[in-house]
Nanobody, 127 residues
Framework: QVRLVESGGGLVQAGGSLRLSCAGSGRTFSTYTMGWFRQAPGKEREFVAAVTWNSRIIDYADSVKGRSTISRENARNTVYLQMNSLQPEDTATYYC????????????????????WGQGTQVTVSS
């Protein structure tokens, strides 16, 4: 069974940092574009970041650009999201995605994923 399992969420004070992880199983995602979305209570799901299969193209939402880093370790079938300078508006459930199109960072912005979604990990930033 194909799975994406997020971890690393939690409660952090404003200005703090978290590193989210997403571990895939059931198949290799080394040729997939990987990414992150988030959804806050009462808000629409929004794109956060994406990285192509070989990490040569990376895309960030304006809201996190400059303070977040997406990376992947294909040998571990894992993608990460390092988030710094967190603010209350970053509070959301963060979802990992795997898109079978190897070079689809731009396409992921639409939220239309050809592949898989994780179940999410909660990030709460206190003021």
């Amino acid at each position: 069974q194909v799975r994406l399992v997020e971890s690393g969420g939690g409660l952090v004070q404003a200005g703090g940092s978290l590193r989210l992880s997403c571990a895939g199983s059931g198949r290799t995602f080394s040729t997939y574009t990987m990414g992150w979305f988030r959804q806050a209570p009462g808000k629409e799901r929004e794109f956060v970041a994406a990285v192509t299969w070989n990490s040569r193209i990376i895309d960030y939402a304006d809201s996190v650009k400059g303070r977040s880093t997406i990376s992947r370790e294909n040998a571990r079938n894992t993608v990460y999201l390092q988030m710094n300078s967190l603010q209350p508006e970053d509070t959301a459930t963060y979802y990992c995605v795997a898109d079978r199109r190897p070079d689809s960072t731009t396409a992921l912005r639409t939220g239309k994923i050809v592949g898989y979604w994780g179940q999410g990990t909660q990030v709460t930033v206190s003021s």
